[in-house]
């Protein structure tokens, strides 16, 4: 079916530190989804995005829609020890409205 | 804040046992649905519903998993019999319309024995 390739897989940071991620694909999405999952518990929605070339933020998270409307990104800025855990995208494809996962990156602070 | 519900939170059962779980969306969410996700791994959508329809349950293993909607609120979930393989979290997620954002519940953590 069809995937979003989304990296990195997992990251170690030290608390203070800025952190990237993203999500790409070879098709085209109409909205994308950002979420935080914490072990034990359901995704929570951090931010979504509706346009391409749309940048949200929320907190010290900034999201974005990317012009190609094929990616987006996720950037945490000054990272603290309650960012760890596990961030998914999710994008809605324009062509069926379906909603796609990806893979997550997991999010470690080092101590 | 309105919030999906799921229960149990916790399930074990034995093998070859029947399980179910329930869910009630965010009240006026038309959009529901049923997810499986396997410990390091993203969700995988078991079942779609819009309203009490589903539009897409092309991934549900049909021969033992069943979900219903009658009144295109509240949903179960059901696995009959359990097989080893079906532990995993099984999160239920609702949204006002198809390929609108999407709130999860807490999920339900089921452990076959």
């Known amino acids: 079916g069809q995937q979003l390739n989304q990296s990195p897989q997992s990251m170690f940071i030290q608390e203070g530190e800025d952190v990237s991620m993203n999500c790409t694909s070879s098709?085209?999405?109409?909205?994308w989804l950002w979420y935080k999952q914490d072990p034990g518990e359901g995704p929570v929605l951090l931010i979504a995005?509706?346009?391409a070339g749309e940048l949200t933020s929320n907190g010290r998270l900034t999201a974005q829609f990317g012009i190609t409307r094929k990616d987006s990104f996720l950037n945490i800025s000054a990272s603290i020890p309650s960012d760890v855990g596990i961030y998914f995208c999710?994008?809605?494809?324009?062509?069926?409205?379906?909603?796609?996962w990806g893979a997550g990156t997991k999010l470690i602070i080092k101590p | 804040e309105a919030e999906v519900a799921q229960s149990p939170r916790y399930k074990i059962t034995e093998k070859s046992q029947a399980v179910a779980f329930w869910c009630d969306p965010i009240?006026?969410?038309?959009?529901l649905y049923w997810y499986r996700q396997i410990l390091g791994q993203g969700p995988e959508l078991l079942v779609q519903?819009?309203?009490?329809?589903?539009?897409?349950d092309s991934q549900l293993p049909k021969d033992r998993f069943s979900a219903e909607r009658l009144k295109g609120v509240d949903s179960t979930l059901k696995i009959q019999p359990a097989e080893l393989g079906d532990s995993a979290m099984y999160l239920c997620?609702?949204?006002?319309?198809?390929?609108?954002?999407?709130?999860f519940g807490q999920g339900t953590r089921l452990t076959v024995v």
């Open positions: 519903f819009q309203d009490e329809s589903v539009v897409d």
């Open positions: 009240s006026g969410h038309a959009t």
């Open positions: 098709s085209i999405f109409n909205t």
């Open positions: 995005l509706y346009k």
């Open positions: 999710a994008g809605v494809m324009d062509s069926n409205y379906q909603l796609i």
């Open positions: 997620a609702s949204s006002l319309g198809q390929g609108l954002r999407a709130f």
